[in-house]
């Protein structure tokens, strides 16, 4: 077997594993830096994998009744196409047929999970979050939770990723996106990218060392500074906040702890700055009421709630 052989195959084996929920995404990582030709073999496989599954029926059309996909009536039709398209196209026509599927959907339970995109561009997607992809390319998004975005920049792609109550467009930078479906807070800590509503005047440029919080329900985008370092800390164990809307962090305290906590009317208006320590359940609720200064109380059925003193 041939070096390139030996690439094609481990980047086929790494694809169709990306799809399992026991991947190995460090090993992933470490195997797409190693040379940039597995970086370039895997985009191939993507691509190749993306094209088989929007042309599946026409290519299973192509064999006549007893033929198999290892004798091809129309080799022809791919030639050129590359090692990497042949070997998905032999793979793809082996598995058993199934519903043709154009979109991925990625959902994460108490962890979270590495997502690659075909041209490099990562994804870590938070706990309790789901993304939807229109296809492998990425082209289109549609976040429901956290998480943070590595995307290479390419002027001849139109990427879009709606969160929430936005669409987020422009895209070649990293950032850090939450959102319960009503509000959204994006934080960038490299690049630019623009934020587009329905409900807004025009669309808004969110650049480096900048973060946008829009609530749906008063139709007000608020875009402040912030340090780029602290943009995902999340992914570090730590929650980094400044200035930002109590509500906000009650719904991060859902996200990455599972612990609920319900405010009170008069608390609604209030906003939090600090640091608070993941992966200690009710704790990190206990220490965000001790910091500002509120108590944590145990009403009706367990629920927890903050309150003033």
Not at 57 to 71: H, I
Not at 146 to 168: Q, S
Request: glycine share 10%.
């Amino acid at each position: 077997m041939t070096a390139k052989q030996t690439i094609i195959d481990q980047a086929a084996q790494w694809h169709v594993a990306s799809a399992r929920d026991d991947m190995d995404w460090d090993g992933f990582t470490r195997w797409l830096e190693e040379a940039p030709d597995h970086r370039t073999c895997y985009d191939d496989i993507a691509r190749a994998d993306a094209m088989l599954q929007r042309n599946r029926d026409a290519l299973l059309a192509a064999w006549a009744p007893g033929d198999t996909p290892r004798q091809p009536r129309r080799w022809g039709l791919w030639a050129g196409a590359g090692a990497a398209v042949a070997a998905m196209l032999t793979i793809a026509l082996n598995l058993p047929a199934t519903p043709r599927q154009t979109d991925i959907h990625y959902a994460t339970g108490g962890g979270s999970r590495r997502i690659a995109l075909a041209d490099g561009s990562a994804i870590v997607l938070a706990p309790r979050s789901r993304l939807d992809l229109g296809d492998a390319t990425g082209a289109r998004m549609q976040l429901s939770g956290g998480a943070y975005f590595d995307i290479r920049h390419n002027p001849k792609r139109a990427m879009t990723i709606a969160a929430g109550p936005v669409e987020l467009r422009d895209i070649g930078t990293r950032f850090d996106v939450q959102t319960n479906g009503q509000s959204v807070r994006i934080a960038v800590a490299q690049g630019q990218l623009s934020v587009a509503s329905p409900e807004l005047a025009r669309s808004v440029p969110l650049t480096s060392g900048h973060a946008l919080v829009y609530d749906q329900a008063d139709g007000q985008a608020q875009v402040e500074p912030v340090d780029q370092r602290t943009v995902g800390t999340w992914r570090h164990g730590q929650l980094t906040y400044d200035d930002t809307p109590l509500t906000l962090v009650a719904q991060d305290l859902e996200r990455y702890e599972g612990v609920h906590v319900d405010l009170p009317p008069d608390l609604l208006g209030r906003r939090f700055s600090g640091i608070l320590t993941l992966g200690e359940g009710q704790k990190t609720a206990s220490d965000l009421a001790r910091l500002m200064g509120l108590d944590l109380v145990r009403g009706a059925g367990g629920r927890l709630s903050l309150r003033a003193r």
